[in-house]
């Protein structure tokens, strides 16, 4: 599968080193090593998602408990959890690290992915919801501890777009 | 049976939980019974007030934590039975006022009026334990025993659609937010 192992393990380890102890997750393509380095780790909760509001909620709960999670979702996983976003994340203040893989942008060739990617950052801007790019091996660790330092003082979700340049190799 | 006697039946047990509940009735009833640090009243976002329950059980394995859920709330976010069954937290207890309406918009009657089953969507979906109620005494007797054993809990508490007068109370989002997770906080370094 030409999904990269290799970024996988560095986002991986990146979130780790955040602390991260809780993953929510909804199974993507792009998201299959993440979540199998999540499974195999006896230090990390792994919720497996029947729908992706659902991780708001989760997220929430770990926050209170004093545990810091991430979220793995695809971007209309993204799409499905607006009003958890908007009436529990942004209302109570919660903070969220949001991975999103950016399917539907550029190289996508799945057709039904397309409206999802053209519409991703926009409803992020509507939300003012901050985010930024995982696009190159070399800033994933250091993004990803920005991102996750951002949300917790801001007590906000922050975004984190996965892109076909980091995760995919043709 | 009413919602508010049922909270009350069973207000005294509630103090070494962590309780989250749904908005509205649920929310302003519990509050007149008396607010206390460990309660978390999740006032919109229909449908996460159980995966709210669900994080902090996973996360806090040896603490009982009660959620108080609604039909109308739960019919949103039927997926988080399965979730909660799949990751099965031992110490969560999940109970579900179901009043067969959307009391607080005007009483708009759910699924659940024309025949929709929790019960059964809640025991096909995986809880180990799920009964319903129909009394205060079992209400409170199904409650008692659930925090006594130790498996996931799903009870349904068929109650009138009758609410309280207003919905709105005197404590902000924000301040109980900050004060249930400070709660938690200090219980780390008792």
Request: with cysteine; aromatic share 6%.
């Amino acid at each position: 599968m030409p999904v990269s192992a290799s970024n996988s393990k560095l986002i991986y380890d990146a979130l780790k080193e955040c602390d991260i102890r809780l993953v929510s997750a909804l199974p993507e393509t792009w998201l299959v090593h993440l979540i199998r380095l999540a499974e195999e780790d006896p230090e990390m909760i792994l919720v497996r998602l029947a729908k992706e509001e659902e991780a708001v909620g989760i997220s929430a709960g770990a926050h209170f408990a004093g545990v810091k999670s991430a979220m793995l979702m695809q971007n209309h996983g993204f799409l499905a959890s607006i009003n958890g976003i908007v009436s529990f994340a942004h209302l109570y203040k919660i903070p969220l690290l949001m991975l999103i893989s950016y399917r539907g942008s550029l190289g996508e060739r799945d057709p039904w992915q397309t409206q999802g990617g053209n519409v991703t950052e926009p409803v992020l801007q509507a939300l003012r919801i901050p985010y930024f790019f995982l696009d190159a091996s070399d800033t994933v660790r250091k993004r990803i501890r920005q991102a996750q330092t951002l949300a917790e003082s801001s007590l906000q979700p922050v975004a984190l777009l996965l892109t076909r340049d980091l995760m995919w190799e043709e | 049976m009413l919602r508010v006697d049922c909270l009350r039946s069973v207000y005294s047990e509630l103090e070494n939980c962590l309780v989250v509940t749904i908005m509205g009735a649920v929310a302003a009833e519990l509050q007149s019974l008396g607010h206390r640090p460990n309660f978390f009243y999740l006032q919109h976002a229909m449908g996460l007030a159980s995966s709210t329950g669900l994080g902090l059980a996973l996360c806090l394995p040896e603490q009982r934590v009660i959620v108080f859920d609604g039909d109308g709330s739960l019919l949103m976010n039927l997926g988080s039975l399965s979730t909660m069954a799949r990751y099965r937290p031992r110490k969560l207890l999940h109970v579900v006022f179901d009043n067969e309406s959307l009391l607080s918009v005007g009483g708009f009657p759910t699924a659940t009026s024309t025949g929709t089953d929790l019960e059964g969507i809640a025991r096909s979906s995986g809880i180990p334990r799920v009964t319903t109620v129909r009394t205060v005494e079992s209400f409170k007797a199904a409650v008692t025993g659930a925090m006594q054993g130790s498996d996931l809990t799903s009870i349904i508490a068929k109650v009138e659609a009758k609410g309280p007068a207003a919905y709105v109370t005197d404590l902000s989002l924000l301040e109980n937010r900050f004060q249930f997770r400070r709660h938690i906080q200090s219980l780390k370094t008792r």
